[in-house]
C-alpha cells in the first residue's frame, strides 16, 4: 500500500499526519526543516485550543497571556482583558510538539526538501533530495512560499502580506498592538517563553520600508533592535476574489494551512486554520464513502461550511477597517477610544480576538448593542469612588 505524503511538516501538514497515521493509514511527512521559527505568532486563541484541547494541555513551554494594550495614533491606548488567556509558543516548540504527536501515531517524519511531483498512473512520484518516493495522495503543507506550481493556492503580490521582526531580550505579561496610520496592518510585541518578539506585518508596502519603520518605532519606545535575531516571512492575505478562485484542492491532492491561502486577512492568524484544516483533510481522506475523485470537491465544501464565509468576509472589511474612516476618525483611532470608554464594546472587541465572535454575524451584534454603546460611550463608566468611614 503507497502512503499518502505530507509536502511540509508544519502545524497544518503535522496536524493532518497525525489524524491520519492514528487512524491506521501509512503516511510520511517530507520537510527540509521539520520544527523551525518564524517572527511572527505562536500565538493559539481559545477557539483553537477550545477545539483542540491538547494544545492546552501539554508540557511545552508557553505563556498565557490574558492582557492586551491596543494603541493607535490620534487615539493612546486602551486597555482589553481577554476572558481566556491567547498562549504564545515559541513556533519551533509548537511545530516540535505537533510533529512528535504525528510522530507517536506512527507518521514516518523524513526531513528531506521535495523537488518535484509528477502525476500518473492515479499516483504521485515525488522527487527529494534523498531520492524518490511513490503516494497514492499528496497533502500540500508547504506554507506560503510553495515551489510547487501545480498544486495550492495560486499567489499574486495583492494577495500576501509581509511579516518580519526581532526576537529581544525582555519579559511582559501583556501583548501591544499598535497601529498605524493608513497602513493596512499593525506592529505587535508579543511575550515568548524567554524573550519578546517585537515585529510588524502588513500588505501594500515594501519590506525595507516596514523594517524601517519598525525599528524606528522599537526606538522610539525603548527596545534595543541593533544585533537582535532578525526574521522575515511571507504571509497569505487572500483578497475576496481570490478567496472564490482559491485552488484548494484537485485531483489526488488536497492543500492545508497557507499553501491554501487560509489565513485571517484583518488579524494574519493562521494557527487555528492551519490546524483545522489539517484535520478536516485528514476526515476527508479517511472518508471511505468517498470515491477519490470527489475528495476534492468534498473538502471544497467542507472548508466553506467551516470557516471559508467567514474568512471571505473578513477580507471584504479587512482594507476598510484599516485604512477606512467612521465618525471623522480613521476606524482603528475608533476602535481603541470605544474600547476604552465602553465596556460593549469591550466585550465584543475580546470575543473577536478570541475567536468566539466570528465575522459572519458581527455587523448584527454590532448595530444590536449600538444603542447600549453609544450611551457608554457618551457617559463612560467610571470607578466607584470609595466611601469615607
Known sequence: MKPVAILGGGPAGATCAEGLAAA??????????????????????HKAYRKYPYLLENDTPKQHITNTVLMAPKAGDAQLAMEHPLL????????????????????????????????GDGDWRIRTKGGTIEASFCVVATGARNPLRQVGTEFTAEDTMCALGYYVEGTRERIDIQFLPQFE???????????????????????????????????????????????????????????????????????????????????????YYAIRS?????????????????????????????????????????????????????????MVQFVRRSETFRHLVRDLFSGAQPYTGLRERVWGNFRRSGWELVFPQEQAVPQEP
Not at 517530507?30 to 518564524?38: N, V
Not at 518578539?197 to 519598525?214: D, E, H
Open 24 to 45: 491506521g493509514m501509512k503516511v510520511v511527512v517530507l520537510d527540509e526543516k521539520m520544527a523551525w521559527e518564524k517572527p511572527c505568532g505562536g500565538g493559539i486563541t
Open 88 to 119: 504564545i509558543y515559541s513556533r519551533y516548540e509548537l511545530n516540535d510538539m505537533l510533529l512528535r504527536r504525528a510522530s507517536a501515531a506512527g507518521a514516518q517524519l523524513e526531513k528531506t526538501r521535495v523537488l518535484e511531483i509528477e502525476r
Open 185 to 271: 496592518g499593525y506592529i505587535w510585541v508579543f511575550p515568548r517563553c524567554g524573550h519578546l518578539s517585537v515585529g510588524i506585518c502588513g500588505k501594500g508596502v515594501a519590506t525595507p520600508v516596514l523594517r524601517q519603520w519598525l525599528e524606528e518605532w522599537m526606538t522610539k519606545n525603548g527596545y534595543q533592535w541593533q544585533g537582535q535575531r532578525f526574521y522575515a516571512h511571507l504571509i497569505p492575505s487572500l483578497r475576496s476574489q481570490a478567496l472564490l478562485e482559491n485552488r484548494v484542492a484537485g485531483e489526488g491532492w488536497l492543500a492545508v494551512g497557507d499553501a491554501a491561502g487560509l489565513v485571517d486577512p484583518i488579524t494574519g492568524e493562521g494557527l
Open 278 to 334: 489539517g484535520d478536516l483533510a485528514s476526515q476527508i481522506l479517511l472518508n471511505d464513502a468517498q470515491a477519490p475523485g470527489a475528495k476534492a470537491e468534498a473538502y471544497r465544501q467542507l472548508l466553506k461550511a467551516d470557516f471559508l464565509d467567514d474568512l471571505y468576509i473578513a477580507s471584504r472589511l479587512a482594507h476598510r477597517f484599516y485604512t477606512g474612516n467612521f465618525v471623522f476618525g480613521q476606524v482603528t483611532d475608533r
